[in-house]
C-alpha cells in the first residue's frame, strides 16, 4: 500500500494495523516514497505457551523442578543482579 502523508497522518491506526498485519505500507512525500511502516520484530524472553507446545509436539515430559521460592523475590533478584548499590 503506498500512501500520501497528508492521508497518512488521518488513517495512522489503520496502516500500523495493515503493517502488524505484514502487508508493506510506504509512505509518500511530493509523490517519492519517504518512509516505510513494517512490524517490529519481537523483543527477546520465552514464549512459555510456545516452549509448552514444542515440548508437547516432540513428545517431551514436563519439567518436574521446582524454583526455590526465593527466585521469584525481586529484592533476591536485584541482589543476585547487583542492582542494589552493593
Not at 30 to 49: S, T, Y
Amino acid at each position: 500500500m503506498e500512501i500520501a502523508l497528508r492521508e497518512a497522518k488521518a488513517r495512522l491506526s489503520e496502516l500500523v494495523a495493515a503493517a502488524r498485519n505484514g502487508e508493506r505500507v510506504i509512505i509518500t512525500r511530493h509523490g517519492r516514497p519517504a518512509v516505510e511502516l513494517v512490524r517490529c520484530k519481537r523483543q527477546g524472553g520465552i514464549d512459555f505457551d510456545r516452549l509448552d507446545a514444542a515440548r508437547r509436539r516432540l513428545g517431551l515430559k514436563p519439567d518436574r523442578e521446582q524454583w526455590p521460592p526465593e527466585f521469584d523475590d525481586p529484592a533476591y533478584s536485584r541482589q543476585v543482579l547487583s542492582l542494589d548499590g552493593e
